[in-house]
């Protein structure tokens, strides 16, 4: 089973439309961090955000925002009035203390249509 | 130069040939990472560094074979390769190998294997 999904493979919206990528993970560790990140068409994955497993805080920066539930094992990115530079493959990620594994989704390939 | 650079960004072999990929970084971090990107799969880890030993090696096939003569180089030697080794191979750093550190991304390898 895969530690990381995101079940959403693509998504187009037109801009200054709101979007919410999804993100379900799968861990036994009590510790663990999340992370966000987002690859342009330039390739290099950009880091966006981290969490750790014992702050459920909600966190806004910008245009960004990211809702974490522990009781859903879901860590969702919502980007408000999207632009066009917001096209990109976004990757979730977490990773376990033990034994130090990361594990990365498959990506959500998001379109900003102007 | 800041960041993580890779070299070369494209490239081409046939499945006799040997070749090495680059990666350097200048962030003053201990800890490189080698990932293969595919199509529709998650990133998948290949090798982890720190402080120039190897940590992880998650069970790749031995015609990859990682060195990291220092903190900020780190190659991957590729010889034999198969079609389907093709991908996208992206290079990464952090600040140490502990898991909670975000990691820093080079703009990848695209390589083709004819």
């Known amino acids: 089973a895969q530690k990381v999904t995101q079940a959403q493979t693509e998504i187009s919206v037109v801009e200054k439309e709101d979007v919410t990528l999804d993100c379900v993970y799968e861990t036994r560790d009590t510790t663990y961090y999340l992370f966000w990140y987002k690859q342009p068409p330039s390739g290099e994955l950009v880091f966006l955000i981290r969490r750790n497993s014992f702050d459920e805080q909600n966190e806004i920066s910008g245009r960004y925002s990211w809702n974490f539930q522990k009781s859903t094992s879901s860590f969702n990115f919502t980007i408000t009035a999207s632009q066009v530079v917001d096209s990109a493959v976004y990757f979730c990620?977490?990773?376990?203390?033990?034994?130090?594994?990361?594990?990365f989704g498959t990506g959500t390939s998001l379109t900003v249509i102007p | 130069e800041t960041g993580v650079t890779q070299t070369p960004r494209h490239l081409v072999m046939g499945m006799t040939n040997k070749k090495s990929l680059k990666c350097e970084q200048h962030l003053g971090h201990n800890a490189m990472y080698w990932y293969k990107q595919s199509a529709k799969k998650p990133l998948e880890l290949m090798f982890v560094?720190?402080?120039?030993?190897?940590?992880e090696n998650n069970s790749v096939p031995s015609r990859f074979s990682p060195e990291c003569p220092n903190s900020s180089h780190l190659f991957l030697h590729l010889h034999t390769l198969q079609p389907e080794d093709s991908a996208l191979y992206l290079c990464a750093s952090s600040q140490t190998g502990a898991s909670f550190y975000e990691q820093y991304f080079g703009p990848g390898t695209r390589l083709t294997v004819t």
């Open positions: 560094y720190s402080l120039e030993e190897r940590v």
């Open positions: 990620a977490l990773s376990e203390v033990i034994g130090n594994q990361f594990y």
